[in-house]
């Protein structure tokens, strides 16, 4: 695992994982940068980041930064979680409301789940949630490997509490983002629909968009 980096951070180090929640709505996988990050300064086996949107946009995002040499498949994890233990966990994501950091431990899941996390070598769980008024809810899953049996202490919690505001913010703007691109997904249909060629300029008469009716008509 990477050498962990003391907490509390040192201004650069912080910063840095601030700049890393404005650049995440900016990336093919949102906040992949901000997860690894995070996974590095708090020692854990992996970070993942849920991202549920509202009805009618596009579905559930789910991005994880895990150690290199990790091979665990966490798909079939995710499979087998949902099947045998979701229905029970009383920490379960829908049920952790926005602005609220919870530990999961071994003495607070079921005998099963535990056996089951422990042939996995996975530890404690830390898990935070926040939301935009859009309706779209995104969740952090700080893991550490079972191998670390330190929980998780009050500095660690002190940081996701000095993050929140900045990924609540950074929701926000991904969200008002992904109202945009819908909008003008629709838009671009109904044009489609109709055969009209729509061309997208910058000031310099440089294309930028070319619906598929102007590019069959050009």
Known sequence: ????????????????????????PLEA???RSFAERLRIVMAARNVAVTLHHPQGLVGDTYVMAQE?????????VETVYRQQ????DARRLELVPPGTIVQIEGRS?????????AALGIGNCLRTSFAE????????????????AEPFGAADTALL????????RALRLYAAQKQQEAERAVYED???HFVLGSVLLDGTLAVLRVNKAAATII
Not at 1 to 24: F, K, N, Q, T
Not at 85 to 88: S, V
Not at 161 to 168: A, D, F, W
Request: glycine share 6%; with cysteine; net charge negative.
């Open 29 to 31: 996988e949102p906040w």
């Open 133 to 148: 008024p859009g309706g779209m809810r995104c969740w952090i899953d700080v893991v550490r490997p079972l191998r670390d």
């Open 85 to 88: 233990f979701m229905r029970d």
């Open 161 to 168: 509490r000095t993050l929140y505001p900045h990924l609540e």
């Open 109 to 117: 899941i079921s005998p099963e789940a535990r056996d089951y996390l």
């Open 68 to 76: 290199a040499d990790d091979a665990t498949d966490w798909d079939a």
């Open 1 to 24: 695992m990477d050498a962990r980096r003391p907490i509390p951070l040192s201004a650069e180090e912080l910063l840095a994982l601030v700049g890393d929640i404005y650049e995440g």
């Open 190 to 192: 109904t044009i489609d």
